[in-house]
């Protein structure tokens, strides 16, 4: 029987689309149909089950390993704001051999500076982290 001839057996639907429980005879009284769960047992105790933690423990690894990822993050930062230094000048449209204009020129510098500027923040960030390793090796962890 599937599941939905199964509902169908025990309900009947009413005029207003009510589903009501269906009487099996004339002097029967409807029965509530409730779903069966089980209960606990008391006198076992509950653990959790694997795994116990969600999130892993600490990962032992070198400082050389540490410090060859922070250098390629940074470097690898570095080459994408020289990257979008020269975009963001030739975005502004300069042909060779043309004069620039007053405004050209202004643009051409805000853009280099900009990107200049990124890059410096990302050369102290780069050795802020690496000072931060050092001192983490020495068993520095934060400074007073």
């Known amino acids: 029987m599937s599941p939905s001839t199964d509902t169908e057996a025990h309900y009947k639907k009413g005029k207003n689309g009510i589903k009501r429980l269906k009487v099996e005879g004339p002097d029967a009284e409807p029965q509530a149909i409730r779903p069966k769960h089980e209960e606990p047992n008391d006198e076992e105790p509950m653990f959790p089950l694997p795994p116990f933690r ?13 410090r060859r990822l922070i250098l390629e993050h940074w470097n690898a930062e570095i080459r994408y704001c020289e990257k979008a230094k020269k975009l963001g000048q030739l975005e502004l449209g300069l042909a060779p051999g043309l004069r620039l204009t007053i405004i050209q020129a202004s643009l051409q510098r805000l853009v280099a500076e900009r990107w200049d500027a990124e890059v410096k923040c990302c050369e102290e960030a780069k050795w802020a982290q690496l000072l931060e390793l050092l001192l983490a090796a020495h068993g520095i962890m934060r400074l007073v």
């Not at 999130?55 to 690894?61: D, E, R, Y």
């Open 54 to 66: 969600q999130t892993p423990g600490p990962i032992s690894v070198s400082q050389s390993y540490i």
